[in-house]
Structure formats: structure tokens, C-alpha cells
């Protein structure tokens, strides 16, 4: 239990150090030109209290990458830690506060609209697909589990809910499944809809304190009840990972929302449009982010320990056919009595609840800028909701949960890639420390880009070696056309510079005429 306390002394001890210095590096200061008040329009734009935008981004961002990916994660070896810790600190927090910064400074600027500012027209039309996509797949993922979650507590008497509806690849749907998919369904578009503080700003303070009872509930399994014993140190960097899959580039899409995501950036303008001062932006972001981190850690950690060990973890996996659902629901009722294991599920399903409805916002206000279609009619947001809607539930259908993920996974880390090198264009125009970001690019470049050709849900290379150099000279290549794009903002930099003092010259030089 060594590694673990370690690393959760590392993770708290952040906020205050690398949390302060970011907060340094990028100049927060006092200022009351905020959008919550410069924009304001009683539906996105509404100043809140500090303690409950920070809870609705812990939600938003929360949902259930720290505990699913965490657990699935931790089935690679004590490894997870180690990802998770520095990834959060070092990429995660950093890419949260960053990314939220830079909206909170542009007016609330959505992310695509971040990345047309610092990166130019064709990223953002390219970081516009994929934060769709992205938001289409945490919709799918934040129904479907959180439905399997609610099943999993109801017990049914009449046999019409036990009924099996729909049986095919995506699982078997019964009649109790999809009403309450159906349920869940109608809540996303209902708060989607309506003004943040209707629904977001009342409900969320009280999930938050769902999502804290869960994680308490996890630390008191882990420190009174014998499971920290079981928790393995961090001794080796080997693969444990029962399916064989490489833990580079795997495990840093598998664990994302614990250690790095680039849905929270998607999230972040949604709460930049809410604040009342930019002194809060270090407590929201990194705070968020670093609060994400330690559930992951305490999820990899009872996933190590509940069955003894990161081969029993694997077994259990294969077991339960990858069903992150039903293993959390396994360690919540065998760890803890009945009605706080209930109370820990409901913490879960909250976090996937709450996650799921804002990315529907996001997808919601991503799609009706591109559009150019005004949100400040109710019939408008319905017309560009309903069709992402409605695409979430056909995967839902269609596709297995363990598949949903797996993309969802790459998806969310290649726009964290997009994300990343859109702060450190920001940096570099505002001449900041640019390697606080750029360093984690082309990490996570690297990443992404060798998942594309080792992933057998894509190119599947058996040749891992050949993956890799290909990974790296993709990654090469886009290093490259980042340092043209600086070079070119460089030099039109100091052609608007030459420009501008040949002006004031002449202006100096007839005015000295004049006279």
C-alpha cells in the first residue's frame, strides 16, 4: 500500500505546488471582465456560486472514466499508479486549467472555436468532427451504463421486465433495460434543453455528495477493512494484462479520464461561462482534475485489491466478459453493507448521468456554432439535440460495450492531442513557458498516433515494433507542421510589427512637418 499512499500524498501535494505555478506561468489575476458577466443571457451564461461550479466540473468531467477506465486500467499491474499520478499532475490537471483558462479569456469560446483562434481554420473543422463524435460517444456510454447500473439495483417481481426485448451483439436488452434506457433518454433532452441553472445548478450539488460517499466508501474499504494489504507496490513496469495488449500506447487510452482526457476540455467553457473571478480558475480546473485522480487511484487500487491481486482482477474481467458495470457493482456490495453499496452505485450512476448531459450540452452548442443556429429558443436547441440524440441510442443498439469504449477511448485522447497543441499556440503567442504543454503533445501524439496502427479495433499490426516507427514518424509530422505554423505566426508577426512602427514613423514625421 506503499505505492498508493505515495501517490495520493503526490496528487494532493500538486494543487498546492505545480497547481500554484501553473496559476504563475499563465498570469491569473483579478479581473471582473468575466463572460458570466460580459455575456450574460440567463441560459449558458449565468454567474454560480464557486463551490457548485466546482462540483458540476467535477461531475462533468468525472462520469465513469476514473472508476471504469480505472479498473480496467488496473489490470495492467501496479503500472496504472504511476500513469495515473503523473499523467494527472503533469498532463491531465494541466490540460484542464489551461484549456479552461483559455475560454474563461475568450469569452467562453467553445473548444473548436479555441482551436480556429490558435491553430487556424482546418483544425477546427477537424477538432469540430471529432469533439461531435466525441460528445455522440460519451452520450452512447453515459446511457447505456448507467441503465445496466439502475437495472442491476432493481429487483423485478413482474416477468414482463425480465423479459428479453432485444438480443444481439450489443447485449441482451430486456424490457426493465430499455425503459429505463427510455428514462434516461428523456432526462438528457430535458436538461440539455432547458438553462444550465434549472436543472445542472440544483441537482448536481446533491450527486456530489453521491460521488463523494462513493469515494469515501472506497477509502474505508481499502483502510479498514484489510483490502489495502492486497493493494501490490509498484516494483516492476511489467505487463500483467491477461489479453496480452501492450501497455504503451493501451494503458494511456484505457485510464484517460483519471490521468488525461480531452473531453474535459469540452466540458471546461461550460463552467469558464460561470465564473465570477479568474482567481477560482485554478480551484475549479486543477482542483477538479486532481480530485478526478485520486477516485481513479482509488478505484485501481480496490479493483487490484478486492480479488487479491492483478491476476485475479484479470479473471474477474474475463469473467463478467469486460462488464466494468458489474465488477463496480461486485466490490460495492461485497465491501460495503447494502444500503451504502446502494449509495455508492447511485454515486456512479450519478457521475455517468451527469457527465452524459453535459456532453449532449456541449455537442449541442458545438453543432449550433458551426451552424450558426441561435440557442435562445427552446424549439432551436431542440432542432440540433434531437439528432445527436437519436444517433447515441443507435449505437447503443448496435455496438458492444467493451467496442464503445475502446473508441470512445482514442477518440477522447486524440482530442486531448488536438487540445494540447492549441495551449501551447496560446502559450507561444503570449509568450509563456510553451514546454508545459508541448512536452505532453508530443507524448500523447506519440500515443494516439501508435494506437492507430497496434489497436486490433484498427490496423492491428502484429509487428508492435513497426507500429511504434510508425507512430513516431507520424508524430514527426506533425511536430513539423506545428513549428511551420510558429514559424509563419512568427514572421507575420513581425511583418504586422515592421508595419505598425513605419506607420508611427510616418505619422511622427508629418506631424513634425506640421509643425
Given at each position: 500500500?506503499?505505492?498508493?499512499?505515495?501517490?495520493?500524498?503526490?496528487?494532493?501535494?500538486?494543487?498546492?505546488?505545480?497547481?500554484?505555478?501553473?496559476?504563475?506561468?499563465?498570469?491569473?489575476?483579478n479581473?471582473t471582465?468575466?463572460?458570466?458577466?460580459?455575456?450574460?443571457?440567463?441560459?449558458?451564461?449565468?454567474?454560480?456560486?464557486?463551490?457548485?461550479?466546482?462540483l458540476?466540473?467535477?461531475?462533468?468531467?468525472?462520469?465513469?472514466?476514473?472508476?471504469?477506465?480505472?479498473?480496467?486500467?488496473?489490470?495492467?499491474?501496479?503500472?496504472?499508479?504511476?500513469?495515473?499520478?503523473?499523467?494527472?499532475?503533469?498532463?491531465?490537471?494541466?490540460?484542464?486549467?489551461l484549456?479552461?483558462?483559455?475560454?474563461?479569456?475568450?469569452?467562453?469560446?467553445?473548444?473548436?472555436?479555441?482551436?480556429?483562434?490558435?491553430?487556424?481554420?482546418?483544425?477546427?473543422?477537424?477538432?469540430?468532427?471529432?469533439?461531435?463524435?466525441?460528445?455522440?460517444?460519451?452520450?452512447a456510454?453515459?446511457?447505456?451504463?448507467?441503465?445496466?447500473?439502475?437495472?442491476?439495483?432493481?429487483?423485478?417481481?413482474?416477468?414482463?421486465?425480465?423479459?428479453?426485448?432485444?438480443?444481439?451483439?450489443?447485449?441482451?436488452?430486456?424490457?426493465?433495460?430499455?425503459?429505463?434506457?427510455?428514462?434516461?433518454?428523456?432526462?438528457?433532452?430535458?436538461?440539455?434543453?432547458?438553462?444550465?441553472?434549472?436543472?445542472?445548478?440544483?441537482?448536481?450539488?446533491?450527486?456530489?455528495?453521491?460521488?463523494?460517499?462513493?469515494?469515501?466508501?472506497?477509502?474505508?474499504?481499502?483502510?479498514?477493512?484489510?483490502?489495502?494489504?492486497?493493494?501490490?507496490?509498484?516494483?516492476?513496469?511489467?505487463?500483467?494484462?491477461?489479453?496480452?495488449?501492450?501497455?504503451?500506447?493501451?494503458?494511456?487510452?484505457?485510464?484517460?479520464?483519471?490521468?488525461?482526457?480531452?473531453?474535459?476540455?469540452?466540458?471546461?467553457?461550460?463552467?469558464?461561462?460561470?465564473?465570477?473571478?479568474?482567481?477560482?480558475?485554478?480551484?475549479?480546473?486543477?482542483?477538479?482534475?486532481?480530485?478526478?485522480?485520486?477516485?481513479a487511484?482509488?478505484?485501481?487500487?480496490?479493483?487490484?485489491?478486492?480479488?487479491?491481486?492483478?491476476?485475479?482482477?484479470?479473471?474477474?474481467?474475463?469473467q463478467?466478459n469486460?462488464?466494468?458495470?458489474?465488477?463496480?457493482?461486485?466490490?460495492?456490495?461485497?465491501?460495503?453493507?447494502?444500503?451504502?453499496?446502494?449509495?455508492?452505485?447511485?454515486?456512479?450512476?450519478?457521475?455517468?448521468?451527469?457527465?452524459?448531459?453535459?456532453?449532449?450540452?456541449?455537442?449541442?452548442l458545438?453543432?449550433?456554432?458551426?451552424?450558426?443556429?441561435?440557442q435562445?429558443?427552446s424549439?432551436?436547441?431542440?432542432?440540433?439535440?434531437?439528432?445527436?440524440?437519436?444517433?447515441?441510442?443507435i449505437?447503443?443498439?448496435?455496438?458492444?460495450?467493451?467496442?464503445?469504449?475502446?473508441?470512445?477511448?482514442?477518440l477522447?485522447?486524440?482530442?486531448?492531442?488536438?487540445?494540447?497543441?492549441?495551449?501551447?499556440?496560446?502559450?507561444?503567442?503570449?509568450?509563456?513557458?510553451?514546454?508545459?504543454?508541448?512536452?505532453?503533445?508530443?507524448f500523447?501524439?506519440?500515443?494516439?498516433?501508435?494506437?492507430?496502427?497496434?489497436?486490433?479495433l484498427?490496423?492491428?499490426?502484429?509487428?508492435?515494433?513497426?507500429?511504434?516507427?510508425?507512430?513516431?514518424?507520424?508524430?514527426?509530422?506533425?511536430m513539423?507542421?506545428?513549428?511551420?505554423?510558429?514559424?509563419?505566426?512568427?514572421?507575420?508577426r513581425?511583418?504586422?510589427?515592421?508595419a505598425?512602427?513605419?506607420?508611427?514613423?510616418?505619422?511622427?514625421?508629418?506631424?513634425?512637418?506640421?509643425?
Amino acid at each position: 500500500m506503499i505505492t498508493f499512499l505515495i501517490c495520493l500524498a503526490l496528487l494532493i501535494t500538486a494543487y498546492f505546488t505545480y497547481g500554484k505555478f501553473l496559476e504563475r506561468i499563465i498570469g491569473v489575476r483579478n479581473n471582473t471582465e468575466v463572460p458570466s458577466k460580459v455575456s450574460y443571457d440567463g441560459v449558458d451564461y449565468i454567474p454560480l456560486p464557486r463551490w457548485k461550479i466546482f462540483l458540476i466540473q467535477l461531475l462533468n468531467i468525472a462520469g465513469l472514466g476514473p472508476i471504469f477506465g480505472a479498473i480496467l486500467g488496473a489490470a495492467y499491474g501496479p503500472v496504472a499508479f504511476l500513469w495515473i499520478t503523473l499523467g494527472g499532475i503533469f498532463m491531465g490537471a494541466m490540460h484542464d486549467f489551461l484549456s479552461g483558462y483559455m475560454s474563461l479569456k475568450n469569452n467562453g469560446c467553445s473548444l473548436h472555436q479555441l482551436a480556429n483562434l490558435y491553430l487556424g481554420k482546418n483544425t477546427k473543422l477537424m477538432m469540430s468532427l471529432f469533439t461531435g463524435l466525441l460528445m455522440i460517444m460519451v452520450g452512447a456510454v453515459f446511457m447505456s451504463q448507467p441503465a445496466v447500473l439502475i437495472n442491476n439495483l432493481i429487483h423485478y417481481e413482474n416477468p414482463f421486465f425480465t423479459t428479453v426485448a432485444i438480443d444481439n451483439s450489443a447485449g441482451i436488452y430486456t424490457n426493465g433495460l430499455l425503459i429505463i434506457l427510455a428514462c434516461i433518454f428523456v432526462y438528457y433532452i430535458v436538461a440539455t434543453i432547458l438553462p444550465i441553472d434549472k436543472i445542472i445548478g440544483n441537482l448536481y450539488p446533491v450527486f456530489g455528495i453521491l460521488l463523494l460517499i462513493m469515494a469515501f466508501g472506497m477509502l474505508y474499504a481499502i483502510f479498514f477493512e484489510g483490502y489495502g494489504a492486497n493493494i501490490p507496490e509498484l516494483t516492476t513496469l511489467q505487463n500483467m494484462n491477461a489479453s496480452n495488449l501492450p501497455i504503451f500506447p493501451m494503458l494511456f487510452t484505457t485510464i484517460a479520464c483519471g490521468a488525461l482526457s480531452g473531453f474535459h476540455a469540452t466540458q471546461s467553457p461550460l463552467m469558464a461561462r460561470c465564473i465570477s473571478n479568474e482567481k477560482q480558475a485554478r480551484g475549479i480546473f486543477y482542483g477538479a482534475m486532481i480530485s478526478e485522480s485520486i477516485i481513479a487511484l482509488v478505484w485501481a487500487a480496490i479493483g487490484m485489491a478486492f480479488w487479491g491481486s492483478v491476476q485475479g482482477l484479470n479473471g474477474a474481467i474475463a469473467q463478467y466478459n469486460g462488464s466494468a458495470a458489474l465488477l463496480v457493482t461486485t466490490i460495492a456490495n461485497s465491501t460495503l453493507g447494502k444500503t451504502l453499496a446502494a449509495l455508492v452505485t447511485l454515486g456512479i450512476i450519478a457521475c455517468a448521468i451527469t457527465s452524459g448531459d453535459t456532453a449532449f450540452r456541449s455537442a449541442r452548442l458545438i453543432f449550433s456554432d458551426l451552424l450558426k443556429i441561435s440557442q435562445t429558443k427552446s424549439m432551436n436547441r431542440i432542432i440540433v439535440a434531437l439528432p445527436v440524440f437519436i444517433l447515441s441510442l443507435i449505437i447503443i443498439l448496435l455496438l458492444p460495450f467493451q467496442t464503445m469504449w475502446s473508441y470512445f477511448a482514442w477518440l477522447n485522447q486524440t482530442l486531448a492531442v488536438f487540445t494540447l497543441w492549441t495551449i501551447t499556440s496560446w502559450l507561444h503567442n503570449n509568450n509563456r513557458l510553451m514546454n508545459i504543454s508541448a512536452i505532453p503533445a508530443i507524448f500523447m501524439t506519440f500515443v494516439c498516433s501508435s494506437y492507430i496502427f497496434i489497436s486490433p479495433l484498427m490496423f492491428g499490426m502484429r509487428n508492435r515494433v513497426l507500429g511504434l516507427i510508425l507512430g513516431a514518424v507520424l508524430t514527426l509530422i506533425i511536430m513539423m507542421m506545428f513549428i511551420y505554423k510558429i514559424r509563419m505566426d512568427n514572421k507575420s508577426r513581425n511583418l504586422s510589427l515592421r508595419a505598425g512602427m513605419t506607420i508611427a514613423l510616418k505619422n511622427a514625421r508629418e506631424a513634425y512637418l506640421m509643425k
